[in-house]
């Protein structure tokens, strides 16, 4: 690109931010001085990669524009902002992935309302979102709505008993902590699995009528289709681990003597704990 492309692109690109600002503060002045502070951000990045992925840059402006009593005027003038913000814009515009971008931009806000910057894993959130693929994304929501909420409830549930004994010491949340640390959170999914796909729980035999003593042919069809499912789950599982454990996501216990061919042939179920790092990402999922 020309130099002098490359400053019609620049001005182009401003005039474009410009409209967008104007257009908010029209109808919310007050914080137009706010919405103002993000112009200049937009000229740390131009050429090719901002040409080409234009809308994304506006993604992550808009994301900005609709939080103004979060990114105001005095946080987007000190630098741990801007080295963030360019950090992170650069990231968001090379993203293609849609929900990751959604993603990221909830790591961002997280990032700006964090009181201390300089410890916030912007970076590392970052990294893990680019290398994690779209299926194991998908295995990561179906840990957050289908299986923590269990988890929780139970560690609520048990952490509430211990309080209400006479000289119990700590809060509640300390004991949901200890229930967190002594329950692998594994055993919440094999559970899962149990339930919904095995013939012989009773959720699955109430909900297809099974008879596991039946001989009758339609029967024993519906029984080797969950047994099929049932092992598909398992297996699906034990893929997962690999995965989660190179992300940083899980912890395996010390007593499940794990070795890279227990992934694919284990005897039984591999047990783990959700690190701290899981559940802060997790929270930046919708």
Same mark, same amino acid.
């Given at each position: 690109?020309?130099?002098?492309?490359?400053?019609?692109?620049?001005?182009?690109? &401003?005039?474009?931010?410009?409209?967008?600002?104007?257009? &908010?503060?029209?109808?919310?002045?007050?914080?137009?001085?706010?919405?103002?502070?993000?112009?200049?951000?937009?000229?740390?990045?131009?050429?090719?990669?901002?040409?080409?992925?234009?809308?994304?840059?506006?993604?992550?402006?808009?994301?900005?524009?609709?939080?103004?009593?979060?990114?105001?005027?005095?946080?987007?003038?000190?630098?741990?902002?801007?080295?963030?913000?360019?950090?992170?814009?650069?990231?968001?515009?090379?993203?293609?992935?849609? $929900?990751?971008?959604?993603?990221?931009?909830? &790591?961002?806000?997280?990032?700006?309302?964090?009181?201390?910057?300089?410890?916030?894993?912007?970076?590392?959130?970052?990294?893990?979102?680019?290398?994690?693929?779209?299926?194991?994304?998908?295995?990561?929501?179906?840990?957050?709505?289908?299986?923590?909420?269990?988890?929780?409830?139970?560690?609520?549930?048990?952490?509430? $008993?211990?309080?209400?004994?006479?000289?119990?010491?700590?809060?509640?949340?300390?004991?949901?902590?200890?229930?967190?640390?002594?329950?692998?959170?594994?055993?919440?999914?094999?559970?899962?699995?149990?339930?919904?796909?095995?013939?012989?729980?009773?959720?699955?035999?109430?909900?297809?009528?099974?008879?596991? +003593? +039946?001989?009758?042919?339609?029967?024993?069809?519906?029984?080797?289709?969950?047994?099929?499912?049932?092992?598909?789950?398992?297996?699906?599982?034990?893929?997962?681990?690999?995965?989660?454990?190179?992300?940083?996501?899980?912890?395996?216990?010390?007593?499940?003597?794990?070795?890279?061919?227990?992934?694919?042939?284990?005897?039984?179920?591999?047990?783990?704990? &959700?690190?701290?790092?899981?559940?802060?990402?997790?929270?930046?999922?919708?």
């Amino acid at each position: 690109m020309k130099d002098s492309d490359k400053e019609l692109f620049k001005t182009t690109w &401003i005039v474009a931010i410009d409209s967008i600002i104007a257009w &908010i503060s029209a109808s919310k002045p007050e914080i137009g001085v706010a919405l103002f502070a993000c112009r200049w951000l937009v000229q740390s990045l131009t050429g090719n990669a901002l040409k080409l992925r234009k809308n994304r840059a506006l993604e992550f402006i808009e994301a900005i524009i609709k939080n103004p009593w979060t990114f105001t005027a005095k946080l987007m003038k000190t630098e741990e902002f801007q080295d963030g913000f360019v950090y992170a814009l650069e990231k968001y515009i090379r993203e293609r992935n849609t $929900k990751k971008r959604i993603i990221a931009q909830r &790591i961002f806000l997280g990032f700006a309302t964090s009181e201390d910057k300089s410890r916030f894993d912007l970076e590392r959130y970052y990294e893990i979102l680019s290398k994690i693929s779209t299926h194991w994304l998908e295995y990561l929501y179906f840990i957050k709505y289908t299986i923590l909420p269990l988890y929780i409830a139970e560690a609520r549930k048990e952490a509430s $008993k211990i309080i209400k004994q006479p000289n119990t010491e700590w809060n509640l949340e300390f004991w949901i902590e200890i229930f967190k640390r002594d329950h692998p959170i594994s055993d919440y999914i094999i559970k899962w699995i149990s339930d919904n796909f095995n013939p012989n729980s009773e959720k699955v035999k109430k909900k297809f009528w099974l008879d596991l +003593s +039946s001989e009758d042919p339609k029967n024993r069809n519906l029984i080797n289709e969950q047994r099929t499912k049932d092992t598909f789950e398992q297996k699906k599982y034990q893929i997962a681990l690999p995965e989660l454990i190179s992300l940083g996501f899980v912890l395996v216990n010390n007593d499940s003597a794990i070795t890279w061919r227990t992934f694919s042939d284990a005897g039984g179920m591999i047990k783990y704990h &959700i690190t701290n790092f899981m559940e802060n990402f997790l929270n930046f999922m919708e």
